[in-house]
């Protein structure tokens, strides 16, 4: 039996005949009403991301795996208290940084703790200021940039790296991503600030001019 | 509008979450700080590169294991006692 396909088991009811391929909503829909086969093109489409931000989170390959396999069957099992008043994605976002704080915090039981008032600052004042020219990320192939990007953000300390996580690589909103982690909206917003900036200066070293062009 | 200031409004700035007098004050900073332009522009560079970066693809291992699982519990909730 081919390991690539989630479930071909038979639906016991019957499925709704047509799942539009691009629509997030209709496929949502068809999952509810017992459509695998739509559940596996959500799981297929996200499994990338949602892999990408457990690991940014847990830092451990292993738990990244368990993390993305515990938000997927969470999300399945829990799809009918999916209103729809948010994107999918995001709802399933929140499922799996739930589950990936989870496992750093039992890894690392006395280092994460979100809700704590952190040091944000006053050392944020760049130190290297070096202009980068256009689209330096265009001089590392793909897979170079990626590795840098991870080796990057890896070096935040986790109540920062959370935080830019979900609002500038998953694109959450402010108020999202506070709701996310139990933080207030002015803690999300210092601390999103202060991980931009530690990135910049961080980035710096392979972006400024001169440097691998 | 001193240069501090704009490290502090960086964020806000962008994403243009600000009274329009306040950008205004920005907007005339930084067209006589070079230092600040720099800051600015490699602060948006460094969220665009990071929002518009493609994960990895799975490694193959991963994925298999992902599937099987899903598999497996997938198939007990079809096929166990009804709740």
């Known amino acids: 039996m081919s390991a690539s396909k989630l479930n071909p088991l038979q ?18 829909a068809a999952a509810k009403a017992g459509d695998i086969d739509a559940f596996e093109t959500l799981v297929g489409r996200y499994e990338r991301k949602i892999f990408r ?4 989170i847990t830092q451990n ?4 795996e368990d993390v993305m396999q515990e938000a997927f069957l969470k999300s399945y099992q829990h799809l009918s208290e999916f209103q729809g008043n948010s994107r999918f ?10 589950q990936a704080l989870m496992k750093l915090r039992k ?3 006395n280092q994460v703790s979100l809700d704590e008032e952190v040091d944000t600052g006053e050392d944020t004042m760049p130190r290297e200021v070096e202009d980068w020219g256009p689209s330096p990320e265009e001089r590392y192939k793909q897979a170079e940039l990626g590795t840098i990007l991870s080796s990057t953000i890896a ?13 500038d690589i998953e694109e959450l909103s402010t108020e999202e991503t506070a709701e996310a982690l139990g933080l207030s909206i002015p803690a999300v ?8 900036l530690k990135l910049r200066q961080k980035l710096n070293r392979y972006f400024k001019q001169g440097e691998n062009s | 509008m001193n240069c501090k200031s704009i490290v502090r409004e960086i964020s806000n700035y962008l994403e243009e979450a600000m009274e329009p007098s306040l950008k205004t004050s920005i907007e005339k900073h930084l067209e006589n700080c070079e230092d600040c332009r720099v800051v600015v522009d490699t602060t948006r560079q460094t969220i665009q590169i990071f929002c518009n970066s493609e994960p990895a693809p799975l490694p193959e291992d991963t994925r298999v294991r992902l599937r099987d699982a899903l598999f497996k519990h ?3 909730l079809r096929t166990g006692p009804r709740a």
Do not use: C, H, M
């Not at chain 1, 639906?11 to 949502?28: H, I, N």
């Open chain 1, 11 to 28: 639906p016991r009811t019957p499925l709704p005949s047509q799942v539009v391929k691009d629509d997030e909503g209709s496929l949502v």
């Open chain 1, 53 to 56: 931000l457990a690991q940014n």
């Open chain 1, 61 to 64: 390959k292993e738990d990244a």
């Open chain 1, 89 to 98: 994605y995001t709802w399933l976002v929140r499922i799996a940084v739930n």
């Open chain 1, 107 to 109: 890894r690392r039981p």
């Open chain 1, 155 to 167: 070096e935040l300390e986790p109540p920062f790296r959370i935080v830019f996580q979900l609002r």
């Open chain 1, 189 to 196: 917003k210092s601390r999103l600030l202060r991980a931009r």
């Open chain 2, 74 to 76: 997938l198939n007990k």
